[in-house]
């Protein structure tokens, strides 16, 4: 996958907490990831660039949370 298009992909956080879901919920989420073309730099720097955004907006982060919380559709 291209790094532009990953990086407008997870712009959201709908977006974003599909990603981070997969990651963290899917047997093998970092492998699909990088079967897809996503190096794992550019999953580090998706990662990183929400976690600043979180630091600075709380709201944010509540909302983030409530997403991964809730069940899968």
């Not at 990086?7 to 990651?23: D, H, M, S, V």
């Amino acid at each position: 996958m291209d790094e532009d298009a990953l990086i407008q992909e997870t712009r959201g956080g709908g977006e974003y907490a599909r990603l981070f879901r997969r990651l963290t919920q899917e047997p093998n989420g970092v492998q699909s990831l990088l079967a897809e073309g996503v190096p794992l730099e550019m999953i580090a720097v998706i990662n990183q660039t929400w976690s600043q955004l979180f630091a600075q907006r709380p709201e944010l982060a509540l909302r983030f949370s409530a997403l991964i919380s809730a069940p899968s559709a």
